[in-house]
């Protein structure tokens, strides 16, 4: 049994189970496996999940990747966070490959996170895998720690948002944006 293991073992016998019984008994080690898995994020570098995949363009357009899922792990109580993530950039001879930009998106969404810097986490990546005129980045969540414990609000979902570049310094950009998203309401 690894470390990792061991210290679930270790959590059971502290909750007053017997981690010898039958519906237990491999627990700690399937528990530390789902743990590597939910953080496999610390593993992985923006040049891997990049892998070159930038391509030339002449658009200079707004680029947008909408209702991306993301999973992660609130950093505080270590309970879940489940959302999606809406991403645009504005390209400047470069486009990114499609799936690129959710693999930067699960990348830093499988650490440990709070929401606020998951989303200034993508943007910044996104900015410098591009070098965009400018970034923005939606992250609409659900927080288990507000929903299963505490306060126990089951509809409340957090909103973050970070904009760089001509989002941050154009209002009709930042519309258009949000416009596109569905977030024009606001």
Do not use: W
Not at 57 to 84: A, T
């Amino acid at each position: 049994m690894d470390t990792l293991s061991s210290q679930y073992r270790d959590i059971l016998q502290g909750l007053g189970e017997d981690p010898e019984r039958e519906g237990l008994r491999d627990t700690p080690l399937r528990a530390a496996k789902a743990m590597r898995y939910l953080c496999n994020g610390y593993t992985k570098s923006l040049e891997e999940v990049v892998n070159g995949a930038l391509f030339a363009s002449d658009n200079d357009e707004m680029v947008i990747v909408k209702d991306i899922e993301l999973y992660s792990l609130c950093e505080h109580h270590l309970l879940p966070f489940i959302g999606r993530a809406h991403v645009a950039y504005i390209p400047t001879g470069r486009v990114l490959g499609l799936s690129k930009v959710a693999r930067i998106v699960d990348m830093y969404a499988r650490r440990l996170q709070i929401q606020e810097n998951l989303t200034r986490q993508i943007a910044e990546a996104i900015q410098e895998v591009t070098s965009a005129a400018g970034v923005a980045v939606v992250i609409e969540a659900r927080h288990m720690c507000m929903m299963m414990r505490g306060v126990e609000k089951q509809n409340s979902v957090m909103n973050t948002s970070v904009m760089l570049g001509a989002f941050r310094s154009s209002c009709n950009t930042r519309m258009e944006f949000m416009q596109l998203i569905g977030r024009d309401r606001a």
